[in-house]
């Protein structure tokens, strides 16, 4: 540094982790961004991706296959934080309890 001149920090390499939730640390000029992946959205702090999609919520997941189809649309959170078992139009498992 010269004291003309700005250096760029590099957060994502500083910052291992900066972007939570499975996003993609993206360095640029002066700060970075977070892109998430698809059907994830940024929460507020745009540092953290959130699966705000609604879908189907299973009671039952046994061999792959899910069953008792509870009515109406739910969050993935929502579902497998409660009574679900599986979540979605693919029939994806919940993630076991203390598991993010």
């Known amino acids: 540094m010269d004291g003309k001149t700005c ?20 360095n640029t000029d002066g ?32 061999n792959g296959v899910c069953s008792k189809e509870l009515e109406g649309l739910f969050q993935k959170s929502t579902c497998c934080c409660t009574v679900g078992k599986a979540w979605g139009e693919s029939c994806e498992a919940c993630p076991r309890p203390g598991a993010e």
């Open 31 to 62: 700060s970075f961004t977070c892109n998430c992946p698809p059907g994830l959205t940024h929460d507020d702090t745009k540092t953290k991706c959130l699966d705000l999609r609604e879908e189907t919520c299973f009671l039952e997941y046994r």
């Open 7 to 26: 250096q760029d920090i590099k957060e994502c390499q500083l910052n291992p982790g900066i972007c939570q939730g499975g996003g993609e640390c993206v």
